[in-house]
Structures are given as structure tokens and as C-alpha cells.
């Protein structure tokens, strides 16, 4: 089983949704957190401890997932994904680019 963690800012459109597609998948377990301290569901040390691999939506997520947390990043593997704040919870245009950037990492 793999458990993949997926972080944007606010935890409320982005992560969420990829969390929502991917947790279906065979042998993947899922989460989504929100880096920012006003996120839905907040980022925590737990999250990261639990990941093995981590998925950002953007590289400003990375660089704060990095200076707040870096003593709780063991060798997890974090992937950004360069996907912007533009699209609504369940697009099909965000599940879509999630599907293409995500699945080769999760074979």
C-alpha cells in the first residue's frame, strides 16, 4: 500500500479533488492537506510522517512544505505539479491535467 498526500493552499479545490479521484486506485491510500494555516484541513506533521509520496500543486507549496516542515520530511518523495489556482472543485479539466501529471507515478 502506498499513501499518497496531496497538498495545496487552502485544501479546498485542488488537493481535495485529487484526492477524491485517486482514492479508488489499487493499492493507493489518499489525503489532502492545505499548507496554509486558514486550509480546511491544515497541514500537519502527521500527514507527512503517514506519505510516501507527496504531490504539491504548486512550486510556492514546495518551498513552504520545505521551510516549515523540513525536519519531518524523511526521504518522502515530493512531486510539483505546476497546476495553478484556476479551476473549481471536480472540474473535468483539472481531473484531467491531475490524471496526466499523477498516474505515472502512482504504476
Not at 45 to 57: C, G, K, P, R
Not at 84 to 104: F, G, H, R
Amino acid at each position: 500500500m502506498k499513501n499518497v498526500l496531496f497538498i495545496c493552499a487552502a485544501n479546498k479545490l485542488r488537493s481535495p479533488t485529487a484526492e477524491q479521484i485517486f482514492a479508488d486506485y489499487p493499492n493507493i491510500e489518499t489525503d489532502s492537506a492545505g499548507i496554509n494555516a486558514s486550509a480546511e484541513n491544515t497541514l500537519s506533521s502527521e500527514h507527512l510522517i503517514w506519505a510516501d509520496i507527496i504531490f504539491v500543486m504548486e512550486n510556492m507549496h514546495r518551498k513552504k512544505l520545505s521551510q516549515k516542515y523540513k525536519r519531518h520530511l524523511n526521504g518522502q518523495r515530493i512531486i510539483t505539479l505546476g497546476i495553478p489556482d484556476n479551476y473549481a472543485y471536480m472540474d473535468t479539466k483539472l481531473i484531467e491535467i491531475l490524471k496526466k501529471k499523477i498516474e505515472p507515478f502512482l504504476r
